[in-house]
């Protein structure tokens, strides 16, 4: 980690945000869970979000059985499954990769991210969506991003399949102001997404504490990120302070400021 990273990790204000965020996590349940959230307890197998830290390891389809030994000796349980990424997109190949992943016990979050916010899918939405269509019947959440023109269906398509859904909102160059943070989260909720995800690039310490806030308003509603060399603490502390997931890669980086899921296993122990 740099120094700069190690700096805002012993930051007075942030200490202090993640004092907050921690007595937030102690309200007793009628408290805690309220609005939207009290109706929705998000739980994936054997995984109850809302209990920190869950690790989700970040893995494309270049994973091998040392991989996943390495994982299972980290104790993830979770892996975002980059489809996007993959060299092929045939259905067959990727349910194969899939049930390895089954075979070996593992929890799978579906992510097909379009280039207009950091992917590698390039073909038509509707080809993404038929994608989703026959993808979301074997995995055990999805991802959808909140400007997409599919969201909705997709959205729906995982109801009818009694899938949770994150409905995510990505910025690569700045972090959203607080009234347009809000906005994001209310258009995620109201699409029906089951949490909303945040992932914003921090320019300044100001950018990152912003998020924090935010988080810390939402507490076991979001799943959020503050990206950059900047926001690399966040991948430690928001879960901490009411972040349901963090993102860990295991050979490779597929977000800035991402940690390796062994970073994060050390720092959140």
């Known amino acids: 980690m740099t120094k700069e990273t190690i700096s805002i990790l012993t930051d ?10 921690e007595q937030a996590r102690r309200q007793d349940n009628k408290n805690y869970y309220i609005g939207w959230h009290k109706r929705f307890k998000m739980k994936i197998g054997k995984i109850e979000l809302g209990k920190p830290p869950i690790v989700c390891a970040v893995l494309r389809d270049n994973f091998n059985s040392k991989i996943l ?8 349980e979770l892996i975002e499954l980059r489809v996007d990424q993959f060299k092929q997109l045939d259905f067959r190949y990727v ?18 991210r379009h280039k207009s916010e950091g992917g590698a899918f390039h073909f038509s939405e509707a080809e993404r969506f038929q994608l989703f269509r026959v993808i ?8 959808i991003e909140l400007k997409s023109p599919i969201c909705k269906k997709v959205v729906q398509l995982a ?5 949770p859904v994150i409905v ?8 959203p102001t607080n009234h347009n943070l809000d906005q ?11 949490v909303v995800k945040i992932a914003a690039f921090a320019k300044s310490q100001k950018d990152y504490f912003r998020l924090l806030d935010f988080t810390i308003e939402h507490p076991g509603e979001v799943i959020t990120i503050s990206m950059g060399r900047v926001g690399a603490p966040s991948r430690v502390l928001f879960p901490l302070c009411g972040s349901l997931l963090t993102y860990g890669y295991v050979n490779r980086k597929t ?9 994060l296993r050390k720092f959140l122990k």
């Open 12 to 21: 007075k204000k942030a200490m202090e945000a993640i004092r907050a965020g």
């Open 69 to 76: 030994s390495r994982l299972k000796k980290l104790h993830v």
């Open 95 to 112: 349910a194969e990769r899939i049930r390895i992943l089954k075979r070996n016990k593992f929890l799978i979050l579906l992510t097909i």
């Open 136 to 143: 979301i019947p074997i995995v055990d959440l999805v991802d």
């Open 159 to 163: 109801k009818r399949r009694k899938k």
């Open 168 to 175: 995510s909102f990505h910025d690569f160059h700045k972090t």
């Open 184 to 194: 994001y989260w209310k258009e995620g909720v109201k699409l029906g997404a089951s």
């Open 255 to 263: 977000a800035p400021g991402q940690l390796s899921v062994e970073q």
